[in-house]
């Protein structure tokens, strides 16, 4: 799964009917999924952002992070579909020139849709910049 820095919706919302405030559109499974996640990062405005997974989001990451050091807050993944509690949640950093970086409390227990990473570190250069997987 891969990170943008840029966000941008992939669904249209549609254009509201007059008067009415319903979708002009039909109401779709995927129409829905965008419409809890803008949900949800409007009720968290900076602390979320989307994936490359219309079903997940993380906690923002800083711009720049000094090798081996701990993040200011925990770093989460949300799930938005049903992941079974207890679910192993490992996340990945790399970039072209390094594809697999060395990272230190990557794997954490999914409990209620959230995985906490509590002491998540990148260590030496890690380009997490470039590519972010979470499996």
């Not at 840029?6 to 009917?17: F, I, P, W």
């Not at 007059?18 to 995927?30: D, H, I, K, R």
């Not at 993944?77 to 996340?91: N, R």
Request: proline share 5%.
């Amino acid at each position: 799964m891969h990170l943008s820095s840029e966000v941008s919706s992939t669904t249209g919302l549609g254009h509201e009917a007059s008067g009415y405030g319903l979708p002009s559109q039909p109401l779709t499974a995927e129409l829905l999924a965008e419409r809890t996640l803008e949900g949800l990062l409007a009720d968290h405005p900076g602390e979320l952002v989307k994936t490359g997974c219309p079903h997940v989001v993380c906690t923002v990451l800083p711009p720049h992070w000094r090798s081996n050091k701990t993040l200011p807050v925990a770093f989460k993944v949300v799930a938005l579909g049903d992941v079974g509690d207890g679910t192993l949640v490992t996340v990945r950093a790399g970039n072209d020139e390094n594809c697999s970086a060395e990272l230190r409390n990557c794997t954490a227990v999914m409990k209620n849709q959230v995985a906490k990473f509590n002491d998540l570190r990148f260590v030496g250069r890690s380009g997490r910049g470039t590519k972010f997987i979470i499996t």
